[in-house]
Each structure stands twice: as structure tokens, then as C-alpha cells.
């Protein structure tokens, strides 16, 4: 019976693992919104459009410590102006948008420099 129950779980992991792999929830990719994804729905900016389809961006992605008590949100960048915070998004009009785009820590990092420790969040606009 144990054998049956282990085999069962082992079943069971790959495709709840899969599942979560870069799962969206509206089919899309996992580090890029697309103008047509965020047309399907009736937000109104940038930011509710994240909400809605990419929470995951919007969690901070480090741990406190007593040198970082408050790691800071991704940061987020409008055709490639750094904005002053990701609540910023808020005044980016969902209709103007092109895609949104999320980097990993490491890769916005490589691509920014440091103070990217929860990511970038890249806006383009039409």
C-alpha cells in the first residue's frame, strides 16, 4: 500500500509542478503582456493590467534583513524611463500600451545595475 500511495504522489507532482511553471492564468507568457491580453478585459492602466494578469510582478522578491528592513518593489521603467515607483504605472493608460515585459532580478541586474532586487517591470508604448 505504501508503494501505491508513493507512486500515486510522484503522479501527482509533475503535473501540478507544470502547472505552475510560468502559468499565467489567461494562457500568455509568463514574463511578457501583450497588448491583446490586456484589450480582453476592461482595465484601465498599466498597473491594473499587471494586477490583473501578473500579480506575481508586483511581489517583492527579497527578504528583509537588518541591512534591507524594506526591500523594495520591482522597479519599472516606461520605454526606458525609470519611474520613481511601480505605482507610477497607475497613470499609463492600458489603451497606450504595447507590451509589458518582467525581468528576473539577475537579468534586470545585468541589464540596469544594482537596486533591481525584486526585477524591472519594461512598459512599451504604441
Known amino acids: 500500500m505504501l508503494k501505491f500511495g ?3 504522489g510522484l503522479l501527482a507532482l509533475p503535473s501540478s ?3 505552475l511553471k510560468g502559468d499565467t492564468g489567461s494562457g500568455g507568457s509568463s514574463t511578457v503582456l501583450t497588448a491583446e491580453e490586456i484589450e480582453q478585459d476592461l482595465v484601465t ?3 491594473e493590467a ?3 494578469y501578473r500579480p506575481q510582478w508586483l511581489r517583492t522578491r527579497a527578504t528583509p534583513t537588518p541591512y534591507n528592513p524594506d526591500p523594495t518593489p520591482p522597479q519599472a521603467y516606461v ?3 525609470r519611474l520613481e515607483g511601480v505605482w507610477e504605472l497607475r497613470s499609463v493608460r492600458a489603451a497606450a500600451v504595447e507590451s509589458i515585459r518582467y525581468l528576473s532580478p539577475t537579468d534586470a541586474t545585468n541589464r540596469f545595475g544594482t537596486d533591481h532586487v525584486s526585477g524591472a517591470i519594461l512598459v512599451t508604448t504604441r
Do not use: E, P
Open 45 to 47: 492602466t498599466a498597473y
Open 6 to 8: 508513493a507512486l500515486l
Open 17 to 19: 509542478s507544470c502547472a
Open 50 to 52: 499587471i494586477q490583473r
Open 79 to 81: 520605454d526606458g524611463v
